[in-house]
């Protein structure tokens, strides 16, 4: 056994010191050969047989030890690889999914900024409606209040006139109750146009505004937009019957 651990002690020395003996003088190197030989020379065949039998032995299991972790290395890698495309797979996935969602958010941002600008249009539309009806309403009075002028001048002038005066006051007075209820008429369409200048104002702040709103809402500006138009028609048709009265 002795002579097994000095084997053992002069081979690890051997190795461990390999380099440094190299370093040092020839001689030392020498030395120890010539030591580890005379230990082996020394050391019975049976002995010597069983100390290699037993390396030998010691080497299989280390080399079946080294090639159980080289396979499970390379399972690691493998695993490690499926771990990783798979990771890849999933990366690619999510950047389609974010790329169709960009898709649907700058759409969603089109329809937005379309239907703005929609509703811009439509204010200034219903504006403009508010002030040509409010400008014949104005004119209907004007035109009222000129006939009233001339009537009470005539009544003044000619008493002999009273009747006819009479019968013309009548037909003012007809045309008076016809344009003030016009004029009724075109204060709740204001109020509707007021009331629709609001709501799409509301419209305007909101960031889920769909097209069926937005048709909706012109459907609505379109029914006021006839109503006022169909109003100022009928303002003209009685300006020109107090004109010809």
Do not use: C, W
Not at 80 to 97: D, F, P, T, V
Not at 104 to 117: G, H, I, V, Y
């Amino acid at each position: 056994a002795s002579v097994a651990v000095a084997l053992t002690v002069l081979g690890a020395g051997l190795a461990v010191n390999q380099t440094e003996v190299k370093a040092e003088s020839v001689d030392i190197e020498k030395i120890r050969e010539e030591a580890l030989k005379e230990v082996i020379d020394q050391m019975p065949y049976d002995h010597l047989k069983n100390t290699l039998a037993g390396a030998f032995r010691k080497n299989q299991e280390n080399e079946r030890d080294l090639k159980d972790l080289n396979d499970a290395l390379n399972n690691t890698i493998l695993e490690n690889i499926k771990s990783s495309n798979q990771h890849k797979k999933e990366i690619g996935e999510l950047k389609s999914a974010n790329g169709g969602l960009k898709t649907a958010l700058d759409d969603m941002a089109d329809t937005l900024n379309q239907a703005s600008r929609k509703v811009n249009e439509l204010s200034a539309q219903n504006k403009a409606l508010q002030a040509e009806a409010e400008a014949a309403a104005q004119k209907a009075l004007d035109a009222l209040n000129n006939k009233n002028e001339q009537i009470a001048k005539l009544a003044n002038d000619n008493d002999g006139l009273k009747e006819a005066i009479e019968g013309y006051v009548d037909t003012i007075q007809q045309a008076s109750r016809e344009v003030s209820a016009k004029q009724q008429e075109l204060a709740a369409a204001q109020l509707q146009l007021e009331a629709k200048n609001t709501e799409i104002e509301d419209l305007k702040h909101q960031d889920n505004m769909k097209s069926e709103e937005i048709a909706k809402l012109e459907s609505e500006a379109k029914m006021l937009e006839n109503l006022i138009g169909s109003g100022k028609r009928e303002l003209g048709d009685l300006e020109a019957k107090l004109a010809d009265a």
